[in-house]
């Protein structure tokens, strides 16, 4: 008669706190690089996106292109994305950072000029009567008004880019999607479900420190829902 082992790691079971135990640093090590690779992808992404989307906004003709350039990024496959831009980076991590980055730039290009436009005429007009510059009137009005809308699409990208950091996996530099495809590769069940629920803490986390941020930042938005 087969004696059952009396280790949750060597009965391969889906929640195993040995796990957790004796894999601390790998998780730790795993959960970092995916922090800090959707940290750069989203920043860079943003600073990319505040110009396209201030182009678009003052010159109308480059909007279509604009748009419609951001969003033939976001078409891309993953995997034609990380070949693309194989010959300017290798494989490194500043190769995910840089198509997850590119591929924030739909989301983040599209809310923000959203946000522009939305901003009212006769306010712009006001301030433009109180003697304000083009400079002073966008960082002083049109941005401020526009965060709303550019938070929402931040948001959003961020927790699409936490997903997508998986994908960098087949680069060798995918954060905790190393471990979900290593555990898929040897059907290790601890292993694929606690790095796949630390993604989504990840995700979950991110998307509830922006939405306090966007509370804090835009206070008279709370004023008018009350």
């Known amino acids: 008669m087969t004696v059952p082992p009396d280790d949750c790691l060597a009965r391969n079971e889906w929640i195993c706190g040995a796990y957790l135990s004796t894999r601390r640093r790998i998780l730790l090590d795993a959960t970092l690089q995916h922090v800090r690779i959707t940290v750069l992808a989203v920043l860079i992404g943003l600073l990319l996106a505040v110009p396209l989307a201030l182009l678009a906004r003052r010159l109308r003709p480059a909007a279509g292109p604009v748009l419609a350039g951001t969003t033939i990024l976001y078409t891309i496959p993953s995997l034609a994305m990380f070949s693309l831009l194989l010959p300017l980076y290798g ?9 997850l980055a590119l591929y924030s730039l739909t989301l983040l290009v599209r809310n923000i000029l959203t946000g522009l436009r ?6 712009r007009q006001a301030a433009l009567g109180l003697g304000y510059g083009p400079l002073r009137l966008l960082l002083t009005v049109e941005l401020p008004l526009a965060l709303p809308a550019a938070m929402a699409g931040l948001r959003v990208a961020t927790v699409s880019a936490v997903s997508l950091v998986t994908l960098g996996a087949v680069v060798g530099h995918g954060g905790l999607g190393n471990l979900i495809y290593a555990g898929m590769n040897t059907y290790f069940k601890a292993q694929v479900l606690t790095a796949s ?3 989504v803490v990840i995700a979950v986390a991110a998307d509830l420190i922006l939405l306090a941020v966007q509370r804090l930042i835009t206070p008279w938005t709370r004023t008018e829902r009350a």
Request: hydrophobic share 45%; glycine share 12%; net charge negative.
């Open 197 to 199: 629920v630390l993604c």
């Open 118 to 123: 939305g901003v009212p005429e006769e306010t």
């Open 91 to 99: 494989l490194s991590e500043s190769l995910v950072v840089a198509g």
